[in-house]
Each structure stands twice: as structure tokens, then as C-alpha cells.
């Protein structure tokens, strides 16, 4: 979930991330804070080696090809392990535990032209399954399937327990590394009756222009196909008006990508539906099988 900012495409989100405030479970104060540290401070470092993956696991296209008397792979057989090698994926799980709201609300920019907490501390499930907890299983979910295929995958944090880092330093190790993308994971937080599945967010002022605008477009394209067709989780009835996408200005985490880049809300965590597949980890694994097969369709 997204917090303290406007949403071009519908008010209801807005309305929506408000009541998670006042529910006790969101923090989207705005409140500027002076004697902070620098919101860079908590990033992780690029070169930092325990965030760095998995070039050791060869190739093994036995394992995915048929030998049978139909040689031919199907369009529809899952991608052969080993076919992202050479790829570099940075995957962020959105948020973190941020339990020093002092440090989370002290005002960053916003990639827009305007400023914005440094982050939030997410929404939860109705039986207080916290998003970051998600956000992180999730994220280590897809990063295990993408190193089993042979990328290189680097995440933006490297602990679900401390803070940040802040979202205007999220697209940085993607950018310094050179990542064919980057996709962050959030999961969403509406209270609105009947609202619930996931949504693609893009963003309309990305740091890499249009072009990489409108390769992150393919790329949600891609996801938002193979999330409907292999988990289950519907488009979202509450965001995008049926397309499950959101083109929004205001998402500091993906407006200061160098390249490709999407923010997925995964579901609607207080949707009782959606919350039994997010907090299920067999379904994070479809999940993650899903998120892959649509990042080796894109890449491919
Ligand atoms: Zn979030």
C-alpha cells in the first residue's frame, strides 16, 4: 500500500488509505521532520554482497525440456531454467518494519517535483498479518524462482526488521547496477465494500523518459496476464476500471527509475478473499512462479 499522496486516476484511494489511518494500522503523516538522517542513509549499499545472487546454478534445460517424442517445447511449457542468465533483477519489497515513525515521516522528494514522507509502514491483513511481512516473502519468493532460471537478483533491503530505505532511494541499486528491471511488491490496504485483487502501478514521469515508460508498460502487460491466468488473484474491481493498471505521477519509488520499472499491489489485504491467497505461502509461490514467468516473457 501506498500512502500520502494524490491519485490522478480515482479519489477512492485517497478516501481509502485514510480510513487504514484511522483504523491505527497506516501511518501517512505528513509532518516534516528536522533532526533526521538523511534519507539515504538507510539505503543499502549496491555493492553490498549479501543482497547479490546466484550466477553458480547453470543452466539445466533437462529439467524443463521434454524428451518425449515431442521435442518441441509448447508455447505454453513454462520458460527453460537458465533462460535469465546474463539477466539483473532488483526486486523491492515495498516498505519495512519502520518502527522510528520519526525517521519514515521526515520528507523526501518525490521524483514529481514535490516531497513525501520518506515511507509508511504499510497496511495489514483484518487478523494484522503486516504488508511488509508479505511484501518481504514474497519478494524472496520470486527471487528464488528468478535465480533458479539463472538471473542475478539483488533486493533493496536486505532485513524485514529495520527502516527504509526511503522510496526516493528504491529505483537507486537498480539504476547503479544497470537492471534489466525493477519491480516493487506491495500489497494494498481498501476498506471499500467488494474491493479487492491486484493492480499494476506505472509511472507517468519516470527518470528514464518515455521510453522506459513504455517498457514498463510491456512489462505490466506481461505480469498482469500471467497473474490472471496462473493465481487466481482477479484484476483489481477498485482501481484501473477493469484494465489493473494505475498510471500515477506520484510514486517516488518507480518516478526516479533509470529503467524498466512497476509497482505491483499483489491484492487487497483487508479483502478476506484476497488476504487467504496472500497470506497462504503456496500461493506466494504461484505467485512468484507467475511474476517470473512474466519477467522471462518480457526479457525474452
Ligand atoms: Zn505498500
Not at 549496491?46 to 553458480?56: E, W
Request: aromatic fraction near 4%; proline fraction near 7%; hydrophobic fraction near 40%.
Amino acid at each position: 500500500m501506498i500512502h500520502g499522496r494524490l491519485n490522478p486516476v480515482t479519489s477512492k484511494r485517497i478516501v481509502t488509505g485514510f480510513r487504514a489511518a484511522a483504523g491505527g494500522l497506516a501511518v501517512l503523516l505528513v509532518a516534516s521532520c528536522a533532526a533526521t538522517p538523511p534519507a539515504e542513509a538507510d539505503a543499502p549499499s549496491p555493492a553490498a554482497p549479501s543482497v547479490t545472487s546466484s550466477p553458480a546454478t547453470p543452466p539445466t534445460p533437462t529439467e524443463a525440456t521434454p524428451t518425449e517424442s515431442t521435442p518441441t517445447p509448447s508455447e505454453s511449457a513454462p520458460p527453460a531454467a537458465g533462460d535469465l542468465a546474463g539477466r539483473v533483477i532488483v526486486i523491492d519489497p515495498g516498505h519495512n518494519r519502520n518502527s522510528n515513525g520519526k525517521f519514515i515521516r521526515h520528507k523526501v522528494p518525490a521524483g514529481n517535483g514535490k516531497s513525501k514522507p520518506c515511507n509508511s509502514t504499510g497496511t495489514a491483513t483484518n487478523a494484522d498479518y503486516a504488508e511488509h511481512a508479505y511484501n518481504w516473502a514474497q519478494a524472496n519468493a520470486l527471487a528464488e524462482v528468478l535465480r533458479s532460471r539463472g538471473a542475478t537478483v539483488q533486493l533493496t533491503r536486505d532485513n524485514d526488521s529495520g527502516n527504509g530505505p526511503c522510496v526516493n532511494t528504491r529505483a537507486t541499486l537498480a539504476n547503479t547496477v544497470h537492471a534489466d528491471l525493477l519491480i516493487s511488491i506491495h500489497a494494498d490496504g481498501s476498506f471499500a465494500k467488494r474491493a479487492r485483487g491486484f493492480h499494476v502501478i506505472l509511472s507517468t514521469v519516470m527518470a528514464g523518459g518515455t521510453r522506459t515508460e513504455h517498457a514498463s508498460r510491456l512489462l505490466a502487460d506481461q505480469i498482469r496476464s500471467a497473474l490472471t491466468t496462473q493465481t487466481g488473484m482477479p484484476r483489481s474491481t477498485y482501481i484501473g476500471k477493469g484494465t489493473a493498471l494505475s498510471p500515477r505521477s506520484d510514486i517516488a519509488t518507480l518516478n526516479f527509475a533509470k529503467v524498466p520499472a512497476v509497482m505491483m499491489e499483489m491484492g487487497n489485504m483487508r479483502n478476506v478473499k484476497d488476504a487467504a491467497m496472500l497470506t497462504s505461502s503456496a500461493w506466494r509461490t504461484k505467485a512468484a512462479q507467475a511474476l517470473a514467468d512474466a519477467i522471462s516473457a518480457y526479457l525474452g
